[in-house]
């Protein structure tokens, strides 16, 4: 009788043994799939918040080059009433061997000055 129960005693604790075993590999295979999967959601949730970044930098950017063209047309109109309401010089000349000639419009708001000139040369001998 001591034999046989000394045989099943063998026989239970190697069975625990086995079964302890077989729980600690589960438990591995299973910490193991949870950190895939956890890797694989954190990569894809990664992918996402990368994604936004770059709609909404591009939504960004694209309401920002708007706004610099609509800025631009109006510095352009303001700079163009700015000229036409404060004044400009326009005019051209003539050089020749012996003088200068000069012909020159000055326009300050609405009133227009013409000026024609010949500029002699002192000629040396």
């Known amino acids: 009788g001591t034999l046989v129960r000394r045989t099943l005693l063998h026989a ?3 069975a625990c043994i086995i079964q302890h075993w077989w729980k600690v590999t589960l438990a591995k295979l299973l910490e193991d799939r949870r950190r895939v999967t956890l890797e694989f959601y954190a990569q894809q949730e ?4 990368k994604l936004q970044s770059l709609v909404r930098m591009w939504r960004i950017r694209l309401h920002y080059w708007n706004l610099l063209h609509a800025v631009r047309i109006i510095q352009i109109y303001w700079r163009w009433h700015n000229c036409h309401s404060r004044g400009f010089f ?3 000349y003539d050089l020749t061997a012996t003088h200068l000639g000069l012909e020159l419009e000055i326009s300050l708001g609405s009133q227009m000055c013409q000026i024609t000139d010949s500029i002699p040369f002192p000629i040396k001998n």
């Open 12 to 14: 239970a604790l190697r």
């Open 46 to 49: 990664w992918a996402v918040v």
């Open 90 to 92: 326009h005019g051209n």
